[in-house]
């Protein structure tokens, strides 16, 4: 139905990059053809509700910009009924094939957890009836255990009992509604699962906590037959002093230390990985290297505010190293990539709303074509596959494999007396290279 929110703006469509209309993709043409696959299938675009239909616009230092009709005053479950009609009303006008959600973004928190599951399942079932008739998917569905009063000393890792056991109800209802939909996966974004101080902190009693909670979803899903993927979101900080799930390696030494590693993968965020300390890329290359990259949530943050802004990406040379990682790896399965992105607050109208999404995604079309013409150019991973070349030499790979003790290798140097020398690793070639293709 119609809501009148999107009033006078078009379905957006593919109309080339030398087009002049600001409502049109550029770049994004989800039905080229780039390495062998549609761009659509290599991007898996989808929509996120927090951030485009329940940020009011608020910051530290004033109140909501958004004046959104399903924001003002009233009944909570008609308010979510419009919104979901507005949401898939714009799922349609961007033609993008994915969505992703938060239980608490869907629908209002209830007196009980029965009646805030029961507010949560009726919109799901107007979800459902759209997603049959609009073919918009949902990439993954989570519960929020963090926005609540009960959980400001966390959810998993609370020191009350009775909070772990309501995060548990909570989230098999996010998961059952999740696998209802169809969803390809499940997140569990830990926002305060981590501590302020350790001086009333038990850090491992935490950390049991949570390896046995994140045990209880994977046993769960099997039980259910859910054939998603679990995720995690890698996030260092903010609100908590420290999380547990800080970035890439934190998480997969957790997965290793409570043997689930092999269970569960990454959702890996550009904000988050810049807040932790790292490059997109690195975490996305690790994450691979590791054999848990799952997918991710693009966006930016402004690099002089330290802080989690949550920008839609627009810089398109960091998108060409990230989806030549995310390439490399090769590419998504069950995971895609999610606007985990919010406009400014001072960008007031439903245009801007569209327009946000319409220029990250030529962003990140652009990000994907320049990564698919590096792959195919070969010289990035030529030059790194000669850089290593010297492994390949069969009593070279004997060292990796365990035939070879340190004393051998003693021996073999002193035999020969010879000096290694270095050879340069052309850093400013390498980025030059790049810089080609960007």
Not at 410 to 438: C, I, M, W
Request: net charge negative; glycine share 10%.
């Amino acid at each position: 139905m119609a809501t009148g929110f999107f009033d006078g703006l078009e379905p957006v469509r593919f109309v080339g990059p030398d087009a002049k209309d600001p409502y049109g993709y550029r770049f994004y043409d989800k039905d080229r053809v780039v390495l062998g696959k549609r761009m659509e299938d290599h991007l898996r675009l989808a929509i996120c509700y927090w951030h485009s239909f329940c940020w009011p616009g608020g910051d530290p230092f004033g109140g909501d910009t958004f004046q959104r009709k399903w924001m003002a005053a009233g009944d909570p479950m008609e308010q979510a009924r419009l919104k979901a009609d507005v949401a898939f009303e714009m799922f349609q006008l961007l033609d993008m094939p994915f969505f992703t959600f938060h239980d608490r973004d869907i629908a209002p928190e209830g007196a009980t957890l029965a009646e805030s599951n029961a507010n949560v399942n009726a919109i799901a079932d107007i979800f459902e009836k759209k997603m049959a008739e609009t073919g918009v998917k949902l990439l993954w569905g989570t519960a929020n255990l963090f926005s609540n009063r009960r959980f400001m000393s966390g959810a998993a890792t609370n020191p009350d009992p009775e909070i772990f056991a309501y995060s548990a109800a909570q989230v098999k209802n996010a998961m059952d509604v999740t696998k209802r939909l169809g969803g390809a996966n499940y997140v569990l974004w830990g926002g305060r699962e981590g501590y302020e101080t350790l001086l009333n902190t038990d850090l491992k009693r935490e950390l049991d906590q949570l390896g046995r909670f994140l045990s209880m979803v994977v046993e769960y899903k099997h039980k259910t037959g859910f054939k998603g993927t679990i995720l995690i979101e890698p996030k260092p900080q903010e609100p908590t002093k420290h999380q547990y799930d800080y970035d890439v390696a934190t998480v997969f030494g957790f997965l290793k230390a409570y043997g689930l590693e092999n269970e569960v993968k990454v959702n890996i965020e550009q904000g988050h990985a810049i807040l932790a300390g790292h490059s997109f890329e690195h975490e996305l290359a690790l994450a691979n290297a590791l054999g848990i990259f799952g997918s991710v949530d693009m966006n930016r943050n402004d690099y002089q505010s330290g802080w989690d802004t949550d920008q839609f990406a627009m810089n398109v040379p960091e998108l060409a190293l990230a989806y030549y990682e995310i390439l490399k790896g090769g590419g998504f399965t069950t995971g895609g990539t999610n606007f985990d992105s919010k406009i400014r607050r001072q960008s007031i109208d439903a245009a801007d709303l569209i327009q946000g999404h319409i220029g990250s995604a030529d962003a990140i079309a652009r990000g994907l074509l320049a990564a698919a013409a590096m792959i195919e150019d070969g010289r990035l991973g030529g030059f790194v596959e000669d850089r290593y070349a010297g492994w390949s030499k069969p009593e070279n790979a004997a060292i990796l494999k365990g035939d070879v003790s340190l004393e051998a290798l003693a021996d073999r140097v002193h035999a020969t007396d010879l000096e290694p020398q270095p050879k340069s690793g052309r850093q400013e070639y390498l980025e030059s290279l790049v810089n080609l293709f960007v």
